[in-house]
């Protein structure tokens, strides 16, 4: 039997390397449809955890998680061993930024050099961590080619952006459109054979290079629309306008707009740091990616405004930041979920600690965080805690949080979430 009958079978074996935010609740739809998945992390703990049915993800529950173990359809390693029993591969590891701003592939790397210690003729690897196009071309294909090995023919190699919106009940893996492209028109068609089993519709694209570049194009577009509608907000203050009045009006039009939200800042691994990978490979061609840099320039200096806009707040309340004690309610990047990567409100807190300001936080999704070499435990947020307080801060909206009992309870506040609402210009004093 070969590959393809392998997967519209459901006999093929499935690996996913990488069993995080993107990795996990791909493996549970693989599981869910039948296919027997194994999950490979280099995180000891987590491979434990989930071998026992606990979930590190809210997308993913307990209950399903041990549903899949139940039905011999997961399991979790520590190692690449199981790699020889496979017929497809999912890298789904994280791609991060240096702190000089240029992508860091090495789990990329470390992974494709891992799987091809036990790689076999006849198998499916499709690559889905996000990186700059030619990465799946050039770096992927550069560790499996060999004289034994033609790509396209002994194995199958392809780019497929994960789409995966944490905490979004409506559109799930299922239900959102997958992009597939393989390194030859063979490795396309068999990528698209596999996540037809799974994934409503699967849209085929030329190359890996078109399908690296489709996600690049959709983070970028955010970032570029939220860096716009953050400069067009603090231009609307300088001129006494209220830019929420503007959009709510703006996006009466019914076409030629789409609305965007100013906030404190982005967070999450995609929308900061994706686009941050396209700028850096037009730089090898000597192009500038200038929509790109201004809006990662506006994008990143919203926690320096929101911290403008607090110690306006406390000067008006005649406090100084030095000695004042701040509660951040909320620090992950989005409500409901447990992510706090890139999020504003981490930078608001090390800004506030550099003025002096005593930082704690509350988030029911973060029990505790090590945050430059100091563990910080989320307070509880009890009306006798918070009015130890001198200012609360609003960061993440969470659904699990009393607004009634915070306001009664709390001597100033501040909302960063909504800065710019005219609403909120007066701190609220109570």
Known sequence: MDLKEKILSKKAQIGVVGVGYAGLPLAMEFARSGFKVHGIDVDDEKVKDLNEGKSHIEDVKDDMLQFAIRAGCFEAHSDYEVVSQLDCVILCVPTPLRQTKDPDISYIVDAAQAVKKHLHKDMLIVLQSTTYPGTTEEVVRAEFESENVQIGKDLFLGFSPERIDPGNLKFTIKNTPKIVGGITPQCTEMAKTLYEQVIDRVIPVSSAAAAEMVKLLENTFRAVNIGLV??????????????????????????????????????????????????????????????IELASEVNTQMPEYCVYRI???????????????????GLTYK????????????????????????????????????????????????????????????????????????QKSAQLIFDARNVFREAFDNVVKL
């Open 230 to 291: 953050n400069e067009i907000a603090i231009m609307c203050e300088k001129l006494g306008i209220s830019v929420w009045e503007v959009i709510e009006a703006a996006a009466s039009k019914p076409f030629g707009f789409m609305p965007f939200f100013p906030g404190p800042g982005l967070g999450g691994h995609c929308i900061p740091i994706d686009p941050l990978y396209l700028s850096w490979k037009l730089k090898m061609l000597n192009y500038n990616a200038r929509f």
């Open 311 to 329: 110690v306006g707040v406390l000067n008006r309340n005649q406090k100084c930041v030095n000695g004042t004690k701040v509660l951040l309610i």
């Open 335 to 406: 409500k409901d979920v447990s992510d706090v990567r890139e999020s504003p409100a981490l930078d608001i807190m090390r800004l506030l600690e550099k003025g002096g300001a005593q930082v704690d936080y509350s988030d029911p999704y973060v029990s505790q965080l090590s945050i430059d070499d100091v563990v910080k435990k989320s307070v509880s947020l009890e009306p006798a805690t918070i009015q130890e307080y001198d200012l609360l801060v609003m960061v993440t909206d969470h659904s699990a949080f009393d607004y009634a009992m915070i």
